[in-house]
C-alpha cells in the first residue's frame, strides 16, 4: 500500500535529511587530520607548470599513471615499484613531470599523510632496496625484469632520504638493453617527496637533470608560506 503524507511533511522530512547530510559533511571536513596540506599547498609547493630546471620543461606527465601502475613480483619489492598505492595511503599527492624533449625525464611527487603515516612508508622503501638488491619482476606498461637495485649518494635535505637506482630490461625483448631509472625519496615530518628520473641512454643525463631537479623542488618546497 502506497503511503501518502501530509501537505508540508515531505518538504520537512527532505530539509532534516539535508540538514543531517550537511552536519555529516562539515564533521568529515572537521575531521581532516592534523599537519596534512590542502590542495592548494600541495600543489603550490610543486615546481611551476610552465617552469624550467636547466632546459627542461616542467608541465603534467606525459601519460597519467606510467609513474603509479606497476606491480612487483615478489610483492615486498613493490615499495620500488610505486608508493602512492601502499598502504597507508597518502591523504593527497600531486605531481608534475620535468623532461627534455627526447631526452632524460623526471618525476617529482609530493605526498601528504596523516600522523607518522610518512615515516612508515619511508621506512618501507628504505628497507626494500636491499631486499631487493639481487632484483625482481616488474609489469608496467611492458614487462620488465629489474635485474639490480642499488644504493646511490643522498643528497642532504629533509628529515631522512634514501637514493637508489635499478637496472631494468625488457623482459621478453629478444636483444634486451639494460636501461637504468633513478630515485629519490625525502621524507619531512608528514610530506613525502619523491623523484624518479630516467632516459633511454647511459650517458649520465638523467643523473645530472635528476640532481638539479632535486636541488629546485626542494628550494620551492622550502620556501612554501
Known amino acids: 500500500m502506497t503511503k501518502r ?3 508540508g511533511v515531505v518538504p520537512a522530512v527532505l530539509l532534516a535529511s539535508l540538514g543531517l547530510a550537511a552536519c555529516g559533511g562539515d564533521a568529515e571536513e572537521r575531521a581532516e587530520p592534523s599537519g596534512v596540506l ?21 608541465g603534467p606527465e606525459d601519460f597519467a599513471g606510467f609513474a603509479d601502475e606497476r606491480t612487483a613480483d615478489p610483492a615486498s619489492c613493490r615499495p620500488l615499484s610505486t608508493i602512492i598505492d601502499l598502504e597507508p595511503k597518502p591523504y593527497r599527492s600531486a605531481r608534475v613531470q620535468v ?25 618501507m622503501v628504505d628497507e626494500a632496496v636491499d631486499d631487493c638488491s ?28 634514501t637514493s637508489y637506482r635499478t637496472t631494468w630490461t625488457e ?9 637504468l631509472e633513478h ?10 617527496l619523491s623523484f624518479r628520473a630516467g632516459d633511454f641512454s647511459s650517458d649520465g643525463e638523467a643523473e645530472e637533470l635528476l640532481a638539479a631537479v632535486v636541488d629546485a623542488q626542494w628550494k620551492r618546497y622550502a620556501e612554501r608560506p
Not at 103 to 121: C, F, P
Not at 139 to 160: F, H, K, S
Request: glycine share 10%; charged share 30%.
Open 5 to 7: 503524507f501530509p501537505l
Open 38 to 58: 590542502s590542495w592548494d599547498e600541495v600543489r603550490g609547493a610543486l615546481l611551476e607548470d610552465g617552469s624550467s630546471v636547466v632546459g627542461a620543461d616542467v
Open 99 to 123: 623532461d627534455r624533449r627526447l631526452g632524460a625525464w623526471v618525476h617529482v611527487q609530493l605526498l601528504t599523510y596523516a600522523g607518522d603515516e610518512a615515516r612508515e612508508v619511508f621506512e
Open 134 to 161: 639481487a632484483g625482481y619482476d616488474e609489469d608496467r606498461v611492458i614487462a620488465a625484469r629489474i635485474t639490480g637495485v642499488e644504493r646511490t649518494d643522498a643528497p642532504d635535505l629533509g628529515g631522512a632520504v
Open 171 to 179: 623482459a621478453e625483448a629478444d636483444e634486451p638493453i639494460e636501461l
Open 183 to 192: 630515485m629519490v625519496l625525502v621524507r619531512d615530518g608528514q610530506q613525502l
